[in-house]
């Protein structure tokens, strides 16, 4: 019987987790903590840096499972996401009145929203690892954020644990007016590139990708 992947969902984002599983492989999700900064500097090399910061703590435990590189191969999955509006990274809100001030900077302008994701494995035959690291950008556009609306959005409480204070597949929806690009990046896993992507880094085509993993 030919060697399988485990699939590892580096994340505990419902938002990830929900649109994985649409794939219907199966998988694990395996969460460690790292430190979140909001650096100055260039957006796409800080979350690609996050992505690949997160791997490098989830693969280091991974090592130490029972028949890793024998029968054990993860293949390990990390994402962050970031919102971006004139160049600055904005963060999660440190509560009520900070999401607030965040969304009023958003309210009738133009942001975008990057999303890296990062594939770890162990190659099977020569036991080297292999990366591949990807970033997908889409734009946002939202509405002028009325006051009444504005209001009713804080007190659902979606706002203080996303970075920039919103999260695109719930009430946010009444102040959204446009997004270009990938729905699926903004909300947090860009689906569609990491299909594409998953395809190359093991060499599999829509006959075999599923066949490449356990329970396929």
Known sequence: ??????????????????????????????????????????????VEHVASRKCDVIWAQLKKRPNFSTVYFPLLITADTIVVLQGKILGKPDDREDARRILSQLSGNEHSVYTSVMLQTLDMENKKIRQRCFTVQSRVVFSEISRSIMDHYLDTGESLDKAGAYGIQGPSLTFVKEVY??????????LVEFVAELKQFVLADDQTLWSKFHGG
């Open 1 to 46: 019987m030919s060697q399988k992947y485990s699939l590892v969902l580096g994340s505990q984002s419902p938002r990830r987790k929900e649109l994985l599983g649409l794939l219907k492989i199966p998988y694990e999700i395996v969460v460690l903590p790292t430190t979140e900064e909001v650096p100055e500097g260039d957006p796409v090399k800080f």
């Open 181 to 190: 690009g990938s729905y699926a990046n903004v909300v947090g896993f860009p």
